[in-house]
């Protein structure tokens, strides 16, 4: 289980990142060395689309569309670095089967939250019905399993499918729990474990484990992933009240909208006067509208996005911290520019907000 702050532990503002006077890492800098690698993932998704039945490609090319920042490939990518040079068929093959899981949850998590925008252009729910994108995310499920089948043995298709599962299980926990006011930090914690971190854990174990790497790192990496996966959660979290949606190319305000207890807002309860718990209580259960306006005020009052932060630099120096001991390997320290790829986004939304 995650292991987050008490709500009484006092956080450093010297913990928060801070925006570096150079430009920010971007992930066109640090992916730039991925160029082969992305190529070949792109032309690989692109054949897929002709396992699809004929009825419903059009909806799947457009779920699979390449415009995302495919982090998760990455990932596998990095794990497995063996230099800058075309990667490995099994290696591709991979990184394809953690990006369409992700797209799946994507496709079903729009249709949760009522959103309309998914990088900068319309949801698929919002273009072909909620009806259509649910069937699509199963239909992206199956097939991201029949891509594990045709490994050599089932030991990659039985880390995926219980990574699926995990993935799964996390939704609906949080799905339960929208609304809820009896959500902990606790529950935030399993939550964030199941349906972020196990996708990147998997992303970094499998990587490295189809790539021939040594044992102790193949655990290593997962370990790395799976506290950058909460790193990265917890700044999605962040960027749902605090980004700008022109820029990040999504809809902004659900999880309040969706009565969604994220880290921001349960900091935020925990800092308001009883009477305004009470009111943002009432937004949560759908007692009273979303005032996102009123809450981002008090959240800028209140010292929230600081505290919030704090708790991603904890879980990048838990990533770091599982490959120190691997820096030898190449892909150690690539691994770790996307971890200061993360602090440098976080930095950046500070600056924003």
Not at 110 to 131: H, K, L, Q, W
Not at 171 to 180: H, Y
């Amino acid at each position: 289980m995650v292991v987050l702050m008490s709500p009484t532990a006092v956080l450093p503002d010297s913990m928060v990142p801070v925006a570096p006077a150079a430009e920010p890492l971007a992930f066109s800098r640090v992916f730039a060395r991925l160029a082969l690698h992305q190529s070949a993932l792109d032309t690989f998704l692109r054949e897929q689309l002709a396992e699809f039945e004929p009825e419903i490609r059009d909806l799947a090319a457009y779920a699979l569309d390449a415009s995302g920042k495919r982090l998760r490939p990455a990932l596998v990518f990095l794990s497995g670095w063996k230099g800058s040079g075309a990667p490995s068929a099994e290696l591709v093959r991979v990184a394809a089967v953690v990006e369409m899981v992700h797209l799946a949850t994507l496709v079903h998590d729009d249709i949760m939250d009522g959103a309309e925008v998914r990088r900068n252009r319309p949801t698929v729910a919002r273009r072909y019905g909620s009806a259509a994108a649910v069937l699509l995310g199963d239909a992206l499920f199956a097939h991201a399993l029949h891509l594990t089948t045709q490994y050599p043995t089932t030991g990659v298709c039985a880390a995926v499918s219980v990574a699926m599962r995990r993935v799964c299980a996390g939704e609906i926990v949080q799905t339960l729990r929208r609304g809820s006011l009896r959500v902990d930090r606790a529950d935030y914690s399993r939550i964030v474990d199941l349906k972020t971190a196990e996708l990147f854990r998997v992303s970094c174990q499998l990587g490295a484990e189809v790539a021939g790497q040594p044992a102790g790192f193949v655990a290593a990496a997962g370990r790395f992933g799976r506290h950058l996966g909460i790193g990265y959660q917890i700044y999605d979290d962040l960027v749902d009240f605090f980004g700008e949606e022109t820029r990040i190319g999504k809809t902004l305000g659900t999880d309040l909208t969706s009565g969604k207890l994220t880290l921001p807002l349960l900091v935020l309860r925990e800092r308001l006067e009883p009477v305004d718990q009470e009111r943002l209580a009432e937004e949560l259960d759908g007692r009273r509208s979303p005032d996102l306006a009123t809450r981002l005020e008090q959240m800028r009052r209140l010292g929230v996005f600081a505290r919030v932060a704090g708790e991603v630099a904890v879980e990048l120096a838990d990533a770091r911290a599982a490959l120190s001991p691997w820096q030898q390997l190449a892909p150690a320290p690539r691994l770790g520019e996307l971890a200061d790829l993360l602090e440098a986004q976080v930095s950046a939304l500070a600056q924003s907000s």
